[in-house]
């Protein structure tokens, strides 16, 4: 198993260098730079924009706006640059570091993120590893409670599925289980807000945030009720749309090894059926489940609270990553790209190990990498 796991952990190095290539020849293609959004700014006459070349005695602003005469007929690969002084484009692209030919800029990334140097938000004047830890707790904090709630509810209700499989109590919880897997979570989410959060109906739960305010005066259990009040609905979103696909493979699990020779021979030793079903299904069914909820966890974590963080303004890394799309902070962008893939990688190392703690007699050094 050591072999096993120095050999995946090489292995991340070469994956992790190909997601950063990927992604960062991606964002050299996509329009509207920082460069160009910088230069709408200043042809709509945007004085915030200005002022960061230096409003003070005309210098930056002049030189913004200045001298059209000069650039006139000059040939730019920005979009809006004509009317600008091309000393002056040149300095924006020095600020936002693309005067460097792309290869040395990707080389220049590789290094610092090698020591965890994410580099410098465009827009936040905050470093992106900072930004990326300040909010982690909310997307963490959605990720986990989803996860351990579909797992309460899909592993017992599938296990029972299994057992009553083909009945009344089969089909009738097949019907609510596609039901909920048809219905998106962010659908989900703006009804529960209609019912639940003064949307029409009911006013009984937040619509914003984490915490209340005036949280900071609260005592511990008083912040604790506070927090897991505002969880719900959007806890509830999640849920509903991701319990399904657990649901029926737990089930098909079970029904895959209840018809084995073993389950047979256990049977005909006049076992009970718990004994048959706990004693000896449950394991192997359940290996591929429990093995499973860290890359579970991370699909939640990652994909599944983009939306649910937007609707219900909960300032976590889904959001994060939104707005930096959005507004062309590329620094922000990559880094949290960098961290998403680096915590898969480790995620997926994690499920090989848990399936060994699950079951001893897999044997991965058996097996290429």
């Not at 050299?28 to 945007?46: D, K």
Request: no cysteine.
């Amino acid at each position: 198993m050591a072999n096993y796991l120095l050999k995946r952990l090489l292995l991340m190095i070469p994956t992790l260098l190909g997601i950063m290539l990927v992604s960062f020849i991606i964002v050299q293609f996509v329009p509207g730079g920082p460069v160009e959004r910088m230069i709408a700014q200043l042809q709509g006459n945007n004085v915030e924009a200005t002022a960061r070349f230096g409003g003070g005695g005309g210098s930056g602003a002049d030189m913004a706006v200045g001298s059209a005469a000069q650039s006139t007929g000059q040939s730019s690969k920005y979009r809006g640059s004509q009317g600008l002084d091309p000393e002056f484009v040149a300095e924006l692209e020095a600020m936002y570091g693309f005067d460097k030919p792309a290869h040395i800029r990707f080389f220049e990334m590789v290094k610092n993120y090698a020591t965890f140097d994410l580099g410098q938000s465009y827009y936040r004047d905050v470093s992106v590893i900072d930004l990326v830890l300040e909010k982690m707790p909310v997307s963490i904090s959605l990720g986990l409670w989803s996860t351990l709630i579909i797992y309460l509810i899909s592993i017992p209700l599938g296990i029972k599925k299994a057992v009553k499989d083909g009945q009344k109590f089969d089909i009738w919880t097949s019907a609510a289980v596609f039901t909920g897997y048809a219905i998106p979570s962010f659908m989900f989410a703006i009804l529960l807000i209609i019912v639940f959060a003064g949307g029409r109906y009911f006013d009984i739960f937040p619509l914003r945030g984490l915490l209340s305010d005036g949280a900071e005066d609260m005592n511990f259990i008083q912040l604790s009720l506070d927090y897991l009040w505002h969880m719900v609905l959007p806890v509830a979103a999640m849920v509903i749309s991701g319990f399904a696909g657990l649901t029926m493979l737990t089930k098909n699990s079970f029904l895959d090894e209840i018809n084995k020779q073993y389950v047979l021979t256990a049977r005909a030793k006049g076992l009970e059926e718990k004994q048959v079903l706990y004693g000896h299904v449950f394991r192997n069914a359940m290996l591929i489940v429990i093995a499973g909820f860290p890359s579970a966890f991370l699909a939640i974590f990652f994909t599944g609270s983009l939306l649910i963080e937007v609707i219900f303004s909960l300032d976590g890394l889904g959001l994060l990553g939104y707005e930096s799309v959005i507004n062309r902070d590329y620094p922000v962008v990559l880094g949290t790209l960098y961290i998403f893939a680096l915590m898969g990688l480790i995620t997926t190392l994690i499920r090989d190990v848990v399936y060994v703690m699950v079951d001893p007699r897999i044997d991965f050094e058996a097996r290429t990498v």
